[in-house]
């Protein structure tokens, strides 16, 4: 069963940038797809980008399009988040996860493959 796990949260200012990592724990994100979800006090954990094993597709959320990009390095069994011009909105726990074997993964249920999540807090 392979583990996610996140580094990179912390806090950023309005318009600041941060960049988080997934690297897989245990096993191998190979033919995987891996995605990025956040949750905010209060609300249900939401989708922010997906990539799939080839990295030639990535899907972001309509709240993030232009603003971060999601990245992998298979051989180094690593995905990345670049998050750019943060916004107060964008504070919440980011959580990696990863999909079964060549399977998709855009919706929380589609995965049991789950990080601890990683804080992110934009604030001035």
């Known amino acids: 069963q392979v583990q996610p796990v996140e580094s990179g949260g912390g806090l950023a200012p309005p318009g600041g940038s941060l960049r988080l990592s997934c690297v897989a724990s245990g096993g191998s994100f190979r033919s995987r797809t891996v995605a990025w979800f956040r949750q905010a006090p209060g609300k249900e954990r939401e989708f922010v980008a997906y990539?799939?094993?080839?990295?030639?597709?990535?899907h972001y959320a309509d709240s993030v399009k232009g603003r971060f990009t999601i990245s992998r390095t298979n051989a180094k069994n690593t995905v990345y988040l670049q998050m750019n011009s943060l916004k107060l909105e964008d504070t919440a726990v980011y959580y990696c996860a990863a999909s079964r074997p060549g399977m998709g993964l855009i919706h929380s249920y589609e995965s049991n493959s789950w990080g601890q999540g990683t804080q992110v807090t934009v604030s001035s």
């Open positions: 990539i799939r094993w080839n990295g030639a597709t990535i």
